[in-house]
């Protein structure tokens, strides 16, 4: 019997061998097919569905709002507040309880903004009156600063505050309704607020950064309750550790 030699890796083969295994292009071909197999079998299984938070009987999937999506979800709420949340510690580092913190009260600032209200309002004129009012502190924090120029605080806090109005428009459906101050009425603010006595003008500076906090606490709130109307809300957990300072 004539033997014809193939080279298969590096073995050699019979003519009948040969026609009785499949070719190399056969067998990748079979390979294919089972991985093809396997692969829709893997896709069609079923899985076990992730469990949700919702409570009973609220809209779930599609419908919901995921909460990376949420504007009360930002992280920048928290950075913002974690600092003027230590507004109270940083008073009492600067004057040493030489000068109480509640004297602020006697330090009104006429042109703070307005808050939503708890009801009767949208969500959308929310939005609008949370972006207009913090380019509203953003002018007035531009005072806190002339008191205290060299206070990285001030400038961190200044920064927050015009990132979470970037935020805030980005969820208006009309971005371009919320109005910003001219520079008239920047100057003007600005000059509302002035005092010739020195002290006066760093409890005017203190009393911003307080309103600021309570403004920006009431302003999450009312948010939260926009967006998660029938959820629970868990408290932010702001660190209680103040090592800021406004300088001297």
Known sequence: MTLTTLSISGNSTSASQQRNMPSTLNVHLLFAAILAALLLCATAAPTEKASTDSPAGEPSGDEEVE??????????????????????????????????????????????????????????????????GLQTFSV??????????????????????????????????????ATVLTSSQEEQLLRNID????????????SILRELHTWLVDGKRAIIKREKPRRNVTKTNISSTCLYTLGR
Not at 82 to 109: A, M, W
Not at 117 to 132: I, T, Y
Not at 140 to 165: A, D
Request: proline share 7%.
């Open 67 to 132: 909460p990376t999506d949420l504007l009360s979800a930002s992280p920048v709420w928290d950075l913002v507040l974690g600092i003027t949340k230590c507004h109270v510690k940083i008073f009492e580092n600067e004057f040493e309880n030489g000068v109480k913190y509640h004297i602020l009260d006697h330090y009104k600032i006429s042109s703070l903004p307005p808050r939503c209200p708890a009801s009767n309002f949208s969500k959308e004129a929310c939005l609008q009156r949370l972006a207009e």
């Open 140 to 177: 007035l924090l531009k005072f806190v600063q002339r008191e205290y120029p060299t206070s990285q605080t001030i400038t961190i806090v200044k920064n927050y505050s015009e990132s979470l109005i970037r935020l805030i428009k980005e969820k208006m459906k009309n971005p371009e309704r």
């Open 195 to 206: 005092n010739p006595d020195a002290f006066h003008k760093k409890m005017t500076a203190h």
